[in-house]
Structures are given as C-alpha cells and as structure tokens.
C-alpha cells in the first residue's frame, strides 16, 4: 500500500494545498494530512479548528486521513508506516527550502519526499497571504475551500 503524509500547519488550508492533495489522489492509496503541533508558534485558528477545515473538505474521500502530531515529520512518518512525503512546490524558493526538509528527511529515514507543482491558479496562494488577508476584512473566497469560508 503506497501511503503518502502531507505535513503542514495548514493556518488555513487553501486552495493550493487542496489543489496538491487532489493531484496526488491517484498516486497512493492513502494521503495522511497531518497537522504539524508547534507548541511555539501561533495560530489564527486553533488546531480543533484546522482539523475540522480540512475534514469537512475531504469528508467523501475515504482515501483522505487528518490526523495531527508533533516531533520530527519523519518519526511520525515511521510511526504510521508512511514511505512518501508529499509537498508542494510555487516557486523557486519553496524548491530550495523543501529540497533542504527533503535532504534531511532522507539522511534521517529512507523516507522519499515527492514534489507536486502547484497549478498556476494557486501557485500564489500561502497561508499567510490569507491570513493577512483575513486580519484587513478581505475577501478570502477565492484562495480557501468552502468549510473554512463558513468560520
């Protein structure tokens, strides 16, 4: 079974990462969205929240598992027998710094990171866009699902 995890802190979820999640659906037979847990960082939304953003959008794809963890992605990744780490990448940017994540999980476990490009539809959107966004009373419509739409 080809089980992929697609780390993240997910402050929200938006199109983009749900963009990268539906490409890769025909490629494993199971995709973990894992929420990292960052004791140190803060959120707009709690983790409660962000777990369920991502379940009401996925609800009807039982291929689709949100589940949340903190520590090394690469533990977690042998934790739950996870051969793949899915990322995706916008720019040349997120290729240097991903490449860099990818190198180290790879010295660390034999862990395989795979790369998507972003569609160029969403290749501009980040979390942090739509929470700077959000904070200005924006509208956010086109850069994130519905479920997060009806916070």
């Given at each position: 079974m080809r089980k992929a995890i697609f780390p993240g802190s997910f402050d929200p979820i938006t199109l983009g990462h749900v963009d990268i999640v539906n490409r890769a659906l025909p490629l494993f037979d199971e995709i973990i969205i894992a929420i990292g847990v960052n004791a140190d960082k803060k959120y707009m939304f709690s983790?409660?929240?962000r777990?369920?953003?991502i379940k009401e959008n996925y609800k009807d794809f039982p291929k689709i598992?949100?589940?949340t963890?903190?520590?090394?992605t690469t533990d977690y990744c042998q934790k739950e027998e996870v051969d793949?780490?899915?990322?995706g990448l916008r720019n040349p940017a997120?290729?240097?710094f991903e490449k860099a994540i990818a190198q180290t999980n790879r010295k660390l476990s034999n862990?395989?990171?795979v790369f998507l490009l972003t569609s160029h539809d969403t290749a501009f959107i980040s979390s942090s866009i739509v929470r700077d966004v959000y904070r200005h009373g924006g509208d956010i419509t086109g850069f994130v699902p519905k479920s997060v739409l009806k916070k």
């Open positions: 983790l409660e929240e777990v369920n953003f598992k949100v589940t963890y903190s520590g090394l793949f780490i899915l990322r997120d290729f240097e862990i395989e990171t």
